[in-house]
Each structure stands twice: as structure tokens, then as C-alpha cells.
């Protein structure tokens, strides 16, 4: 639900590729009260299938969004390096409001990081 709502809510930027994947079992179809409540803001999902994250998903992204903290913390066991991008989505809003909009000439990476790294400081951005 949350990848087709980004992804159409970010459709106007162009170029930004939003992908879901999680910590379960791959293949399984979206659940039929999901694709109900998506139909509702005229988004289709009733052909998405389930997508169990991989450490090369996590070193790739621009930005990990995790729902919640348990997921968070097994993403960035998984794929240290992804600290600095992977927020939950509550910490990211919270800390997105801190920082601000993205300037057009900032990388989205560096923008990513900026908000833990506000956050935490110099000697806490390598855990």
C-alpha cells in the first residue's frame, strides 16, 4: 500500500523509482481488503506481489523507509552501510520537517542523511 502511494504522490517529480520489499515470504498477493481501500484513491495493487528484501536492495537505495523499528534495525543488520539512508517512516516525516525541502541542486543521498546525521552528529554517523 505504502510503495503505490509513494510512488504515485511522487509521480510528478519524475525519475524516482519506489520499490517495496519486506522481510517475509516473496510471491504472496496483496490482501483483498488492501486492494480495496487502494482502489478507493484509484490505485490498482491487486497484481503486486510480496518481495522479500535483499542486502543489494538495501546497499542500492537512495533511501530505506522501514513501517516500523524491528524492521529498521533487521534492514541495517543486514546492510550496514544503509544507516545513514534507512529511517522509519514516522522518524522520516519528523525529521524531514526538521531539515526541509531538498534543495533542486542537493543530491537525494545527501539529503537522505542529513536528517540522522542532524540528529546524531559526527561521531555517531558510522553505527
Known sequence: MVEAMLADRLKPLGGIRVRS???LS???????????AMSRFSLDIAS??????????????DL?????????????????DAWPRAF????LARRGRACGL????????AWAGAPRQNALGPAR???
Open 21 to 23: 520489499a519486506g522481510m
Open 88 to 91: 522509519t517512516l514516522k522518524e
Open 125 to 127: 554517523q558510522s553505527h
Open 102 to 109: 531538498r534543495p533542486e541542486t542537493q543530491p537525494l543521498p
Open 64 to 80: 530505506v523507509v522501514a513501517l516500523d523499528r524491528d524492521c529498521l534495525r533487521t534492514a541495517v543488520v543486514l546492510a550496514p
Open 48 to 61: 503486486h506481489r510480496s518481495r522479500k528484501v535483499t542486502v543489494d536492495d538495501l546497499e542500492s537505495a
Open 26 to 36: 516473496d510471491g504472496l498477493p496483496a490482501d483483498a481488503a488492501a486492494v480495496r
